[in-house]
């Protein structure tokens, strides 16, 4: 069996092709995977550490604005779209899978045209542009969110799998990571990470928090992104940290540090969202303003219809705004275990499978 992946631009389109990849390795015995992407997108870096063949192709998304830079980038996608017919012609794959970013939109279509069977994976609860293309024209589209469906218009090839969530994510658990970090059963703990290259506005609410935390003897593990550390610690006005009180530029064993919190910060990055919710995390979470179609804040926003989190907007957020936002829930027992009911609700720990199994369908 040939299957080819193709997904690009951001890890949130990366790391979700890589798990479809890896789980269909695992229950495949023969399969053939081969991946596509450009030469500049964080997928040449990633998908060659996972062991898996990359070939790429040239193309670009189109600015808002009319501008000669957009006639470049159709020359790109002319380019791209015939790049995309040769690799789909040599490889002969069985399946195309596409999960997001510009990439995709040239190598789908051409398996489209060419009568092979064609999956989409949307990550948001707001899809992206390349994605409502091709719904028009695939076998199936695999979604994330519920609130997504209502975008596209072929409802009935419209499935919710959820997104893929990391194997140490799923098998940890919060006794044995408490432990792990030395904290007690007894104690509070914060986990805030504000996406892998950190969020200035949140760090600049959280050098405030921290003097209170640790005035309260609240736990917590504060990511401030590995540009933003030194100047961070060198203004943070307390240093006497008890216990797990710790400000990182990067966090290795987000498992362990997820699964022992009682309350995450986080982005709205989808990835992380599916992280959180699959552990019944209760979250407050703060969208990036001027991600592609502002899909974050519809991330944000789904999570707090559903009664998981409590959205608070980057351009409305200020440390006393996210102070009382924390204190609150944590100062409320019955909220938090309801949020983190509610979270879990959401959460999806069987998405790998739905998606194997809606590609196995397709394939019959």
Do not use: W
């Not at 990550?123 to 997504?148: C, H, M, R, W, Y």
């Not at 027992?333 to 739905?354: F, P, T, V, Y």
């Amino acid at each position: 069996m040939k299957v080819l992946i193709s997904g690009g631009g951001t890890g949130g389109h990366v790391y979700p092709a890589i798990a479809i990849a890896n789980k269909l390795k695992d229950e495949i015995e023969d399969v053939e995977i081969l991946f596509v992407g450009t030469k500049n997108g964080i997928e040449s870096e990633i998908v060659p550490k996972a062991g898996y063949e990359l070939k790429t192709i040239t193309v670009q998304g189109f600015r808002r604005k009319i501008s000669v830079d957009n006639l470049k980038r159709v020359v790109k996608l002319f380019k791209g779209l015939e790049q995309s017919r040769r690799i789909v012609k040599k490889f002969k794959p069985d399946i195309v899978i596409g999960t997001g970013g510009y990439v995709c939109g040239p190598v789908v279509l051409n398996a489209s045209l060419n009568k092979i069977p064609t999956i989409i994976h949307e990550q948001n609860a707001f899809p992206g542009v390349t994605n409502k293309i091709l719904s028009k024209v695939v076998s199936k589209i695999l979604i994330s969110f519920e609130d997504a469906k209502k975008y596209f218009k072929d409802k009935d090839n419209v499935v919710l799998t959820g997104n893929p969530v990391r194997k140490e994510i799923l098998i940890s658990d919060k006794f044995s990571s408490r432990k792990k970090l030395g904290i007690n059963e007894d104690k509070r703990m914060i986990l805030c990470v504000g996406g892998s290259g950190g969020a200035t506005k949140l760090n600049d609410s959280m050098k405030k928090i921290i003097p209170k935390l640790v005035k309260e003897d609240i736990q917590f593990i504060h990511v401030t992104g590995k540009t933003h550390y030194d100047k961070f610690i060198e203004s943070l006005e307390v240093q006497n940290f008890r216990g797990c009180q710790k400000v990182v530029p990067y966090l290795d064993d987000m498992a362990s540090a997820l699964s022992a919190c009682d309350l995450v910060i986080c982005s709205a990055g989808a990835i992380t969202l599916a992280e959180v919710t699959a552990l019944s995390k209760p979250s407050i979470v703060i969208p990036k303003a001027y991600t592609a179609e502002n899909h974050q804040e519809f991330n944000a926003k789904s999570i707090e219809k559903k009664g998981a989190g409590i959205a608070i907007l980057e351009k409305q957020l200020t440390y006393k705004k996210l102070e009382d936002t924390i204190f609150k829930i944590l100062g409320d027992r019955e909220k938090l275990a309801q949020m983190g009911k509610n979270s879990g609700e959401i959460g999806n720990s069987k998405a790998i499978d739905n998606i194997y199994t809606e590609i196995i369908d397709v394939l019959k």
